[in-house]
């Protein structure tokens, strides 16, 4: 890694006085760091550049790039940030404390854990730069493991698994859930690493033949349709991706269609939608495998048309459509927000609506002192499988796998779930217990009338928001019952 591959991947995206800002950064940590090695013989600075080189591939601003060049040298060196706010400013240094504080992490076992989630998301609600400057930190470090003892290598890896790659996905970043997992994996799951490779290994060329038909295929039934792509491509699923999935069809890999699947970058929307047609035109469609995340996108940002069919030698395989500006989206979740050119007014706002959640969570877990309350809320919030039900005007919302009519009610609005009577999921009654499943169309019928939620309800609900409400109204009731009594 070297400042060279760093001003090159930046050249012709920024201005050159940010480009030399760039590079005076670099002077200034490579100078601070100066004869510091890592714990596999490299010079320090070329961990610094290697965290600003992903934050440079993922297009963000100069001020993300410059602080991830710094983000190691007010913890590591005689270097303060007194001095890196004078000579790069208030917005660099801010980036670079939050990133220290994250590091400043002196427990031990499940208190380490906790303390770990809890300041993740109190830098997130305060700066989300933050957080995505510490995932190309944690990548860099993950692929220098190796160096590393065995027990440090396995809590690194699971502590990346079960906290930076989830947030990473609800912040819509696919691109850096991926290879955060995959690199973690290794380490978390060797065993299980293996035997992926080796599926992957086994399987993939074939299917890759029959991907490669069906892109011949469809170029040309595109050019005689006149519709212009940017591009068409194969990709393998990634190995944490497939493990995961793998376990879900109780490690069958026949039942998994999306070892390798085709990706198709259109101009617009519409030529979207016509290439679908195009697709199923050639081949059959698997009946209930088609999505539209376009007109209906999932909670994080994420858009594509998902399709799968009957593919070239009978093949079953799937199909991904999408725009580029979708694809920037599905690849960069938020920080495809954080282009050069867009507003610094834009950028806020659309930064604001995405991390709501975060907000509100940090506020919440700021509160919580109790570790296991802690985790509870947490897990539920941000690391469980998630599903996305609708509501009848069509808005997306996203609920933890298991969750009820009566965590969809709270959803929408604590009135709504306190008055709500009963449910229609898909134009029928159904009880209030019952799970809802993705793509569930979900009304909550209310009674004005009435004064609270039913206790009971604490046996089955699954989300925060909602037990947190019917706990407070359930205790009120007691207190009032006692105070009655009194009287």
Not at 306 to 321: P, S
Request: aromatic fraction near 10%; include cysteine; hydrophobic fraction near 40%.
């Amino acid at each position: 890694m070297t400042i060279r591959k760093l001003i090159s991947t930046i050249k012709g995206q920024y201005p050159q006085s940010d480009i030399e800002r760039v590079e005076a950064a670099f002077d200034f940590a490579n100078k601070a760091h100066a004869g510091q090695k890592r714990a596999t013989g490299a010079n320090y600075i070329e961990h610094s550049l290697a965290t600003a080189q992903t934050l440079a591939e993922l297009k963000l601003p100069p001020n993300m790039i410059i602080a991830g060049l710094l983000h190691d040298v007010p913890e590591d060196t005689e270097h303060t940030l007194a001095e890196i706010k004078e000579k790069f400013g208030t917005d660099v240094a801010g980036i670079v404390e939050g990133i220290t504080k994250l590091s400043n992490i002196k427990y031990l076992g499940m208190d380490r854990y906790v303390e770990n989630l809890r300041k993740m998301f109190v830098a997130m609600a305060e700066d989300i730069r933050v957080i995505i400057v510490k995932f190309a930190d944690r990548l860099h470090n993950l692929s220098t493991l190796y160096a590393l003892p065995a027990n440090k290598q396995k809590r690194i890896a699971m502590e990346t698994l079960e906290i930076y790659a989830p947030i990473a996905n609800r912040l819509g970043i696919g691109e850096l859930q991926s290879r955060l997992e995959d690199t973690a994996f290794k380490y978390a799951y060797p065993e299980e690493y293996i035997w992926v490779e080796q599926l992957i290994k086994q399987n993939a060329p074939i299917k890759q033949k029959t991907l490669n038909l069906m892109i011949k295929q469809l170029t040309d039934e595109l050019g005689t349709e006149k519709i212009n792509y940017v591009e068409i491509y194969g990709r393998s699923k990634h190995y944490y991706s497939l493990y995961r999935k793998l376990l879900r069809f109780n490690r069958d890999i026949t039942k998994i269609y999306d070892i390798v699947a085709i990706r198709v970058i259109l101009k617009n929307i519409a030529d979207c939608y016509a290439t679908l047609g195009i697709i199923h035109s050639i081949w059959k469609p698997v009946k209930g495998r088609i999505k539209d995340y376009i007109a209906q996108p999932k909670p994080n940002g994420y858009q594509s048309l998902h399709t799968t069919v009957f593919g070239a030698n009978q093949e079953i395989v799937e199909l991904q459509l999408r725009s580029q500006t979708m694809d920037e989206q599905a690849e960069f979740g938020i920080a495809s927000h954080w282009n050069y050119k867009e507003s610094p007014q834009n950028k806020q706002e659309k930064s604001k609506k995405e991390v709501a959640w975060v907000q509100d969570l940090a506020r919440w877990l700021k509160d919580v002192r109790d570790n296991e309350n802690f985790l509870e809320g947490a897990k539920i919030d941000v690391f469980q499988n998630r599903i996305f039900v609708f509501t009848p005007q069509g808005d997306v919302i996203d609920l933890p796998d298991g969750a009820t009519p009566v965590d969809f009610a709270y959803h929408i609005h604590t009135d709504i779930g306190d008055k709500t009577e009963r449910a229609i999921v898909n134009n029928t009654q159904i009880s209030l217990d019952t799970k809802l499943k993705n793509g569930d169309v979900v009304e909550i019928v209310t009674d004005k009338n009435r004064k609270g939620p039913n206790p009971e309800w604490l046996k089955f609900v699954t989300t925060r928001t909602a037990r947190q409400h019917i706990a407070i109204f359930k205790n009120q009731s007691w207190k009032n019952l006692i105070s009655k009594f009194k009287k």
